[in-house]
């Protein structure tokens, strides 16, 4: 009879394990610190659009150095080499093609691009919250922000959101990517296990509840 009592004491132990293990939520990998948290696929791959202002800088050579934005015709304008291609390049690219321009006119040209505002990259970051929120909106990406910062911007969840299937979207070197994020738990009962830090780029989808 005592060795039954102790096989029902593991068997129940073991049941509430795995139910446990099964409902656990799908969230991305994460830091402990939000400052350590690594650039989205968006940041690392961006490419310099119409409207980023760029740094330029021609090492001893200041009468070379410049400060301007990318023009409409995706276009710089350098002293010496005239127009040049920026639109779609990364800043390495940009001053590697200034450099090999450059060649012709100065001796071992070593070129620097700075981008000093991202018009571009702002919109290509923006966090994107859809679905059964008091408002769909589109708001800029802020380091630190959490899956909740987002949803009181949206003002809050509306009355038949079914608030714990929400979902978080979002790309990740292997693809997209969707994560779980019980909105009702951190709402109503303080438990952040799901607030997850958001990252440029990211969607969040809150459904209607199917009644």
């Known amino acids: ?27 991305p990998e994460q830091t402990k610190s939000w400052e350590s948290a690594g650039p989205s696929v968006l940041v690392k791959s961006y490419k310099m659009s ?3 202002q760029l740094q330029i800088n021609v090492w001893k050579n200041p009468d070379l ?41 100065v001796k071992s040209p070593n070129v620097t691009v700075i981008l000093t505002s991202l018009k571009g990259h702002e919109f290509l970051s923006r966090i994107r ?21 987002a949803i009181l911007e949206a003002g809050s969840v509306d009355l038949y959101a079914d608030a714990n299937n929400t979902k978080l979207h979002r790309r990740t070197k292997d693809g997209a990517d969707s994560y779980d994020i019980r909105l009702k738990d951190i709402m109503e009962d303080g438990d952040m296990t799901t607030n997850v830090t958001l990252m440029p780029g990211d969607v969040i989808t809150v459904p209607e509840s199917s009644f």
């Open 50 to 52: 119409v409207g980023d």
């Open 1 to 27: 009879m005592r060795n039954q009592f102790f096989t029902l004491i593991i068997f129940v132990s073991v049941m509430s394990l795995l139910a446990c293990s099964a409902s656990a939520p799908h969230l």
């Open 129 to 149: 919250i859809t679905g059964s929120v008091a408002q769909n909106i589109s708001i800029p990406y802020l380091q630190g922000m959490t899956v909740l910062d």
């Open 65 to 105: 150095s410049l400060s301007e934005p990318i023009r409409p015709d995706g276009k710089i304008s350098m002293p010496l080499v005239g127009d040049i291609m920026a639109v779609g390049l990364t800043p390495e690219e940009l001053a590697a093609k200034i450099e090999t321009k450059l060649a012709d006119y």
